[in-house]
């Protein structure tokens, strides 16, 4: 059993890999009604505007979160031409040449911003995503405090400034809650000795994951496999008046049992963020699972259905 475990030691360490992996790229799947909700509600979205653009649509409808980015970051733009149109105006008719020309130059800045940010979107070079559409939520910010020092104060374009900051907040929201998550799930569902069907089953994007960091995200896989080990366990003790092997059935009860027990230190070590206790409390997991399924297959007829839930347990822990 140690043999074992030590073999497969870098199978059970990519639950630490949750923990320190910090890239990957978006899943590809459409951004649902929940997943718009889960983004205009979150605290620092002007959720009235949000829900405005992204009302369902059949446009918004095809999009994945990549795609709603890159909708919103040249809805963005457009905005912001239309802004530098009404601006120009004001430069016959105010006595604050300057600031008029400063905003000018901002939103010209604004523009070649957003343009790379999109060629940095494509290029899955999300930090300079970041970069790119927070210089243009920038911009707007100088460019509405110059212009709240001019007499009278040009309310207007004060609001529509206003109107391209927040969408680009929201864009800044897309990106760090979703399209970063979710490119750091594909990283983790992808590697080597993952089942990558289960994994991105399991970590499909939803509100609930979204808001996960990579503890939450190990403590709500954990939570996961021991539910599953509950449910096996309960099937199994049925097997207890209908088998000639009732030794086999108790051995993997008491597995299951010892599982449910580890899964339980393994979730107190990782509050404490003790990652060599959770490593080997999920190993202990897994190597239980793996003997309980030796033995299964041994009994007459083989219980296939309990050997494949069996093993959607040993591959949660694996990941």
């Known amino acids: 059993m140690v043999a074992y475990i030590k073999n497969n030691f870098f199978l059970v360490f990519m639950i630490v890999l949750l923990l320190v992996v910090s890239s990957y790229a978006r899943l590809s799947m459409m951004v649902t009604k929940g997943e718009v909700e889960s983004i205009c509600n979150k605290k620092d979205v002007d959720s009235t505007l949000c829900f405005e653009v992204l009302k369902p649509n059949p446009t918004i409808a095809k999009l994945d979160f990549t795609g709603l980015a890159n909708f919103l970051i040249n809805y963005t733009s457009r905005n912001i031409s239309d802004v530098l149109k009404e601006i120009k105006l004001y430069e016959s008719n105010t006595t604050d040449l300057q600031t008029i020309k400063l905003c000018e130059e901002l939103y010209d800045l604004s523009l070649f911003s957003d343009d790379h940010a999109l060629k940095a979107l494509a290029a899955k070079n999300y930090d300079s995503v970041n970069f790119k559409v927070g210089g243009t939520l920038e911009n707007i910010v100088t460019c509405n405090e110059e212009l ?3 007499k009278p104060v040009p309310q207007s374009l004060i609001a529509k400034n206003n109107v391209i900051k927040n969408l680009s907040g929201i864009v800044l929201t897309i990106l760090e809650c979703f399209i970063r998550k979710g490119s750091e799930v594909e990283s983790i569902c992808n590697k080597k000795d993952v089942d990558s069907t289960l994994c991105f089953e399991v970590l499909k994007p939803n509100p609930t994951i979204a808001k996960l960091d990579f503890t ?86 083989v219980p296939q ?15």
């Not at 404490?272 to 007829?301: H, Q, R, W």
């Open 305 to 319: 259905s309990l050997i494949a839930k069996n093993n959607v347990i040993k591959n949660l822990s694996g990941i």
């Open 148 to 150: 709240s020092t001019m």
């Open 216 to 301: 939450g995200l190990a403590n709500f896989l954990i939570n996961y496999t021991s539910r599953n080990i509950s449910d096996v366990l309960k099937e199994i003790k049925l097997y207890e008046s209908n088998t000639t092997d009732l030794q086999t059935i108790k051995l993997c009860e008491e597995l299951y049992d010892l599982s449910l027990f580890s899964d339980d230190h393994a979730l107190k070590a990782l509050a404490a963020k003790n990652y060599d206790s959770v490593n080997f409390k999920v190993g202990g997991t897994l190597e239980n699972i793996v003997t309980c399924n030796e033995e299964l297959s041994t009994m007459k007829p």
